[in-house]
């Protein structure tokens, strides 16, 4: 008996729920392993947490919001600051690391720039706050300048891909194909928030098909690389700081190595 069907007749009479985590690396295989799980366990429940959706029968999506973080030059007080969730979780944070931290009136702009320029990205507050006790806040407002901090380290125990900024990016890179990684470096040559005809604009120059492109914007989309939201009738892409950083550094390196042509980059 294979593993798959001796999991299926272990589960087959269980009423619970299964945990399936970071299923992007291997989404084909947890779609179907999904699928076989509930047709032979009617009971059974899965979630599943992955960059891209599994595209399984009877699957709920919910996508994942970055924290709400206070807006640029929101000049807030201290106890309007600690409502929001991006703040919430960069003081507690830095308390782990120094137990004797405290958010004070004079830091709250600084730190909600911080917030704010993160994207309210968890990993990457993480991240910010960790540093706290060696760079200062000014130290990491500094590096949010050159995107040093794209390689800010975590946790020794955390998963390599989730040990920076840098390497979760790459992790998710990884998974696409050479098409996908010359439309992201395109694009992030576009505004943080842009229009499907500024898409369009910033990938003319690629030697690709019309519907590979839309293919490539697409699963960019799936992945959560490029956010999508909609405005009325009106479709906005939109791209984080770190991983236009990051898709910018891309396109550089592709550039220098003659790989293909990119669009110039300011």
């Keep these: ?65 970055p924290l709400e973080a206070p807006p640029l030059g929101s000049h807030l007080r201290l106890a309007a600051a600690l409502r929001y969730p991006a703040v919430k979780l960069f003081v507690r944070r830095a308390r782990a690391r120094q137990a004797d ?24 507050i993480e991240l910010a706050a960790a540093q706290l006790d060696v760079q200062g806040l000014d130290g990491i407002l500094a590096q949010l300048g050159n995107h040093s901090y794209l390689s800010l380290l975590g946790r020794r125990s955390t998963p390599a891909r989730h040990a920076s900024l840098q390497a979760s990016l790459e992790w998710s890179y990884q998974l696409l194909s050479a098409e996908e990684r010359r ?15 500024d898409a369009q604009q910033a990938l ?51 550039a220098s190595l003659g790989e293909w042509d990119t669009p110039a980059l300011a």
Excluded at 101 to 124: I, Y
Excluded at 190 to 197: E, Q, R, S
Aim: overall charge neutral; hydrophobic content about 50%.
């Design 1 to 65: 008996m294979s593993a798959q069907a001796h999991l299926q007749v272990t589960l087959a009479n269980r009423h619970m729920l299964v945990l399936m985590d970071n299923c992007e690396h291997l989404v084909d295989a947890c779609a179907a392993l999904s699928e076989a799980l509930l047709q032979a366990a009617p009971r059974l429940h899965i979630l599943a947490t992955s960059r891209e959706a599994l595209r399984t029968a009877e699957e709920y999506v919910q996508p994942l919001a």
């Design 183 to 197: 439309c992201l470096q395109g694009l992030a040559c576009c505004d943080a928030y842009f229009t499907v005809a």
């Design 101 to 124: 931290f405290r958010l004070l009136e004079s830091d709250v702009p600084r730190v909600a720039e911080l917030c704010w320029r993160l994207d309210g990205l968890p990993l990457a």
């Design 204 to 254: 003319a120059g690629l030697k690709i098909s019309d519907s590979a492109r839309c293919a490539a914007v697409a699963r960019l989309v799936a992945l959560s690389l490029i956010g999508l939201r909609r405005d009325g009738g009106v479709v906005y892409y939109h791209m984080l700081g770190g991983t236009r950083a990051f898709a910018r550094h891309k396109a550089q390196e592709a």
